[in-house]
């Protein structure tokens, strides 16, 4: 963008045709592997034991109705529970994966597409 100062008066204008809204512009191992209430080693674990607990819920939820075959598909609620597991995994994909950036500082890579 450009700054115009004329007679005390600032206008700013910025170029948003052009402009990635995907774009990811902040530190994101910072932001996605650290938590204000746990030290980021706690926070992967607990996001770790997360991910296990929900995995394990669908598993055992898949076994538990085993009796519909090919439509389990057909319920909205055992959609809702898959679609929840594969988040809990990919929070904890992205939060190991920025753990392992977090001492790099500045030059931290580009983000996961999925973060």
Not at 87 to 96: D, E, W
């Amino acid at each position: 963008g450009s700054v115009q100062v004329a007679q005390g008066r600032t206008s700013v204008s910025a170029m948003t045709c052009c402009s990635n809204p995907f774009k990811i512009e902040v530190m994101w191992p910072g932001e996605i592997a650290t938590s204000n209430w746990f030290p980021p080693l706690v926070y992967l674990i607990f996001s770790g034991i997360l991910a296990i607990v929900f995995v394990a819920f669908q598993i055992l939820h898949i076994i538990d109705n085993s009796h519909l075959g090919g439509f389990y598909a057909i319920f909205l609620t055992h959609w809702a529970l898959v679609l929840q597991t594969i988040t809990m995994v990919l929070l904890f994909i992205s939060t190991a994966w920025g753990y392992t950036k977090l001492p790099d500082g500045p030059s931290q890579g580009q983000a996961p597409l999925f973060v």
